[in-house]
């Protein structure tokens, strides 16, 4: 399909429209010029320097730019974890990177929770359609969880003492934590979820995607 028919489909595009999290570090975030930064974009712009796409980037909150992507109001989203509800909805290419997502809470308050039970007991906030907050919902958990608007606002519900535990990338985590100096959060050890993190289009997307 990638050889005989992914630039068929995709030659009459002037340029493919790139969705992302605004502030999803360290894989994107807009940097202090106000610039597109981050692991994904580099790797974007990668992509498109080897293939000869032309891309815009069109970076919004995480719910948001699920949503349009659902609705074709972008082309693809450059990083979204894998899971199988959401392959029911969305293409996936092959993993570019291989993700742990932790409980972060506040030392020496509480222990880091390392089981279900652990979290039960425990008021929870995540990103709003992460996939932590899919991971909440499956496990029944949505009754003691809020959801915010991204992983930093999720580590400063922690922080404030609003809530007792976030569920995020413990990539994210690590470097949000260094740049607001969160020396009271403590990570814990042991992953509770380790998605795999891809391209993803809308399922009519087959040439792109192979592109």
């Not at 489909?9 to 999803?24: Q, R, T």
């Not at 290419?93 to 506040?106: E, L």
């Not at 100096?181 to 042991?190: G, I, N, P, V």
């Not at 979820?193 to 192979?210: D, E, H, I, V």
Request: aromatic share 8%; with cysteine; proline share 5%.
């Amino acid at each position: 399909h990638a050889k005989w028919f992914a630039d068929l489909e995709i030659a009459n595009d002037p340029k493919i429209i790139v969705g992302a999290d605004l502030n999803y570090p360290p894989f994107e975030f807009i940097d202090e010029n106000g610039n597109p930064a981050g692991f994904n974009y580099d790797l974007m712009v990668a992509v498109a320097s080897a293939t000869g796409m032309r891309l815009e980037f069109k970076p919004d909150l995480w719910t948001k730019t699920v949503d349009k992507l659902e609705h074709g109001r972008i082309d693809m989203i450059q990083g979204m974890f894998y899971s199988p509800d959401r392959a029911a909805r969305f293409s996936f290419s092959a993993p570019t990177i291989v993700s742990h997502c932790v409980a972060v809470v506040r030392k020496n308050i509480i222990e880091p929770p390392h089981r279900l039970e652990d979290l039960a007991r425990l008021k929870l906030v995540v990103e709003e359609n992460d996939i932590m907050h899919d991971f909440v919902r499956q496990k029944n958990l949505a009754s003691n969880t809020i959801a915010v608007v991204s992983q930093e606002a999720a580590l400063l519900e922690v922080v404030a003492g609003r809530r007792d535990c976030a569920l995020v990338s413990r990539m994210a985590a690590a470097w949000l934590i260094r740049k607001n100096s969160w020396t009271s959060l403590e990570m814990a050890k042991d992953p509770l979820l380790s998605p795999k993190y891809c391209f993803a289009t809308r399922q009519n997307r087959r040439g792109l995607l192979a592109k």
